[in-house]
């Protein structure tokens, strides 16, 4: 089975800067995509990136040219660096992985326990 352990939340002032880790565990062979998603209270879980195993990325929209997704394959580690942080980043962040990637929350079978990301105007 896989585990995923994230780590690197926290509150930081808009403008700034955070970089969330996610380590797997376990049988990871298998995991040809990992991604991450974010949830505000009151709103749908969104994919903010992806990246798969031949490290092509995808960014959604809000995020691009801020965020910065990649992995250290020896070290079953996903990171997303995330610079120019806006209060409207504030959320729960999860990490995901799946043989494939995927749009939806639905189609990731393992996901890390949630981050919180606040960010203050």
């Known amino acids: 089975q896989v585990q995923l352990v994230e780590s690197g939340g926290g509150s930081v002032q808009a403008g700034r800067s955070l970089r969330l880790s996610c380590t797997a565990s376990?049988?990871?062979?298998?995991?040809?995509?990992m991604a991450w998603f974010r949830q505000a209270p009151g709103k749908e879980r969104e994919r903010v990136a992806a990246i798969d195993s031949d490290d092509s990325i995808s960014y959604a929209d809000s995020v691009k040219g801020r965020f910065t997704v990649s992995k250290d394959n020896a070290k079953n580690t996903l990171y997303l660096q995330m610079d120019s942080l806006k209060p409207e980043d504030t959320a729960m962040y999860y990490c995901?992985?799946?043989?494939?990637?995927?749009?939806?929350?639905?189609?990731?079978?393992?996901w890390g326990q949630g981050s919180q990301v606040t960010v203050s105007s």
């Open positions: 995901a992985a799946e043989l494939v990637c995927g749009d939806s929350p639905e189609w990731f079978e393992y």
């Open positions: 376990g049988y990871t062979q298998s995991l040809g995509c």
